[in-house]
């Protein structure tokens, strides 16, 4: 997504305690089958489910409810250093859809933007009860279907996959009791500060409350971790951006390691740009839209291909191509029409990133961390798939459907992202005006090449 290691002492202390399990509430994942594919026409049916990502739930004390965070601040009693702190509180159960607007039926998956006074979600697949679902995607594709007409400017529907542990970290932090079994240790590319449970300790110490968002704040520490965009969309614009990093899974970031101010962006663990490819982006606007070649409103099965150097699951991650079908037409991707491409291009490669990042005049970072060859080493490994609906309060989303950087000239190369306004992603206006806003995601499967389309 767009918009030092930690101190030894706090690092040592997150081991002695973690975070603890509430019990007011049970905690019960909605089923969310997927299908994994060996053949063509050989798919086995997973009785995967999915899980509401740690930051989103009540946090109170363990012997009573009493909250610990409340609004964007710790309470001090209860939280007055990070080990105290994890020790002191509880992550509890969930209510999917009465709190948080979240529904499952079968494959499909409803992510509702506001709902009462929750602002939208990140849930994870999961194998488990206890363990996130891993996906190992080299020579292989992903596919999945989505249902976006009913998101507009200024949100993004993401579906994406990030280097998370497994177990949500309790294999590494023993004492950290809640796991993955309660959305526990997301990372991503942007190493966020606003996490509150890292390592299993709380992420309490220079603790910032944000002053426009009243449900978040920063941290001294940030998570990060390589990151595999997928899916990043509104009816009106759509992106897909590998972000690669200099460490291995989830790892803690301090100060400048975790680029958090404009100055430190290109000192991060990780490349917060990334390779994007969005066709509007890249010269064609009549690709993807309202009634456009993909019609954004009506469903589309969207199929992401991994390919190696070799054709083999071992081999050097070489190319990410994309593919649409809708209606029963297979739409390869959309041509790069834009100065400096030369020739056109409609997948993303390292070729095409230095290209692009030539041609837009951007910081290549993504050369720089060691470009597709990284991103294939971490799915290789194995990422964790994660599921959201967010509107930005650090750019109004402008970065994907709309002018951006604001002090460009929107008709510099890559400054135009999008058909929306400048204005159209301040959070307080879409919290309002798109707050019956929504983002369906359905039949998820992953498998050999050529399988889906």
Same mark, same amino acid.
């Given at each position: 997504m767009f918009p030092s290691t930690a101190l030894v002492s706090f690092c040592l202390l997150a081991v002695?305690?973690?975070?603890?399990?509430?019990?007011?509430?049970?905690?019960?994942?909605?089923?969310?089958?997927?299908?994994?594919?060996?053949?063509p026409g050989d798919c086995t049916t997973l009785q995967t489910s999915v899980v509401l990502d740690s930051n989103w739930r009540w946090l109170h004390e363990t012997t009573s409810t009493t909250n610990c965070y409340t609004g964007n601040t710790w309470d001090a009693t209860l939280c007055p250093d990070p080990t105290t702190c994890a020790q002191n509180c509880a992550l509890d159960g969930a209510d999917y859809e009465g709190t948080y607007g979240i529904s499952s039926s079968g494959s499909s998956i409803t992510l509702n933007f506001v709902t009462g006074t929750n602002i939208g979600?990140?849930?994870?697949?999961?194998?488990?009860?206890?363990?996130?679902?891993?996906?190992?995607?080299?020579?292989?594709?992903?596919?999945?279907?989505?249902?976006?007409?009913?998101?507009?400017?200024?949100?993004?529907?993401?579906?994406y996959l990030t280097e998370m542990d497994a177990d949500g970290g309790v294999s590494r932090f023993p004492n950290n009791k809640a796991g993955a079994q309660y959305g526990v240790g997301y990372c991503d590319s942007q190493c966020p500060q606003d996490?509150?449970?890292?390592?299993?300790?709380?992420?309490?110490?220079?603790?910032?409350?944000?002053?426009?968002?009243? &449900?978040?704040? #920063?941290?001294?520490? @940030?998570?990060?971790?390589?990151?595999?965009? /997928?899916?990043?969309?509104?009816? =009106? !614009?759509?992106a897909?951006?590998?972000?690669?990093?200099?460490?291995?899974?989830?790892?803690?970031?301090?100060?400048?390691?975790?680029?958090?101010?404009?100055?430190?962006?290109?000192?991060?663990?990780?490349?917060?740009?990334?390779?994007?490819?969005?066709?509007?982006?890249?010269g064609n606007k009549t690709f993807l839209g309202p009634g456009l070649t993909v019609d954004t409103s009506s469903p589309v099965t969207v199929v992401t291909q991994f390919l190696t150097s070799d054709n083999t699951t071992t081999g050097t991650l070489s190319e990410i191509r994309r593919?649409?079908?809708?209606?029963?037409?297979?739409?390869? &991707?959309?041509? #790069?029409?834009?100065? @400096?491409?030369?020739?056109?291009?409609?997948? /993303?490669?390292?070729?095409?990133? =230095? !290209?692009?990042?030539?041609?837009?005049?951007?910081?290549?970072?993504f050369e720089k961390l060691g470009g597709l060859a990284v991103m294939g080493e971490a799915l290789a490994r194995g990422m964790v798939l994660s599921l959201s609906i967010w509107d930005d309060y650090a750019a109004d989303m402008l970065w994907l459907d709309s002018d951006y950087p604001t002090n460009a000239s929107a008709t510099a190369p890559g400054v135009s992202r999008g058909p929306c306004s400048a204005t159209s992603g301040i959070p307080a206006t879409v919290e309002s005006t798109e707050a019956n806003d929504h983002v369906i995601f359905s039949d998820i499967k992953f498998g050999p090449l050529g399988e889906f389309c």
């Open positions: 002695a305690y973690g975070q603890q399990i509430g019990t007011q509430m049970a905690e019960v994942h909605p089923i969310l089958t997927t299908q994994q594919c060996t053949a979600s990140r849930v994870y697949l999961m194998a488990s009860d206890t363990e996130y679902q891993m996906f190992q995607l080299l020579n292989q594709e992903f596919t999945f279907t989505v249902d976006m007409s009913n998101l507009g400017c200024g949100l993004n529907g993401a579906l996490i509150k449970f890292i390592n299993g300790a709380a992420n309490i110490l220079d603790w910032v409350p944000d002053s426009d968002d009243a &449900n978040t704040g #920063t941290g001294m520490y @940030g998570t990060c971790c390589n990151e595999m965009d /997928i899916w990043e969309a509104n009816m =009106n !614009a759509a897909y951006t590998p972000h690669v990093c200099s460490v291995v899974g989830q790892t803690e970031c301090s100060g400048e390691d975790c680029g958090n101010t404009a100055a430190e962006r290109y000192d991060a663990l990780c490349d917060k740009d990334g390779c994007d490819f969005n066709s509007w982006r890249m593919i649409y079908v809708q209606n029963g037409v297979v739409i390869q &991707n959309s041509f #790069t029409d834009l100065s @400096g491409i030369s020739p056109a291009i409609n997948s /993303i490669t390292d070729s095409f990133c =230095n !290209a692009q990042k030539t041609a837009v005049g951007d910081t290549n970072e």
